[in-house]
């Protein structure tokens, strides 16, 4: 079973950065690559970037290119999202997820984490 815990959120205010782990403990085999998703109330979860944990593979959201950036450290199992120059429309509950491919779908990954809420004021 593959365990996802993030860590990172909180409440800043319009135009800071603000940067996200997820660690993953018992790696499946196979499940290569990561992903981070978010949603707000009343909304379906939205994709907002995925990499391999090798790194060789990544996709993004166009709402945050050139604004977010995510990256792996496979010596901590750990996928890290900066994110900088947000706006109150970044604010959401952000999820990590484990998955076999870099992907935007969300019903390719198989493990999710609980979600840290981030809140951004303008």
């Known amino acids: 079973q593959e365990v996802l815990v993030e860590s990172g959120g909180g409440l800043v205010q319009a135009g800071d950065s603000l940067t996200l782990s997820c660690v993953a403990s018992?790696?499946?085999?196979?499940?290569?690559?990561m992903g981070w998703f978010r949603q707000t109330p009343g909304k379906e979860r939205e994709f907002v970037a995925a990499?391999?944990?090798?790194?060789?593979?990544?996709m993004r959201a166009n709402s945050v290119a050139g604004r977010f950036t995510i990256t792996p450290d496979n010596a901590k199992n750990t996928v890290y999202l900066q994110m900088n120059r947000l706006t109150p429309e970044d604010t959401a509950i952000y999820y990590c997820?484990?998955?076999?491919?870099?992907?935007?779908?969300?019903?390719?990954?198989?493990?999710w984490g609980q979600g840290t809420q981030v809140t951004v004021s303008s």
């Open positions: 990499i391999s944990w090798l790194g060789d593979a990544r």
């Open positions: 018992g790696r499946k085999f196979g499940n290569s690559a």
């Open positions: 997820a484990a998955g076999r491919v870099v992907t935007e779908r969300e019903e390719d990954y198989d493990y």
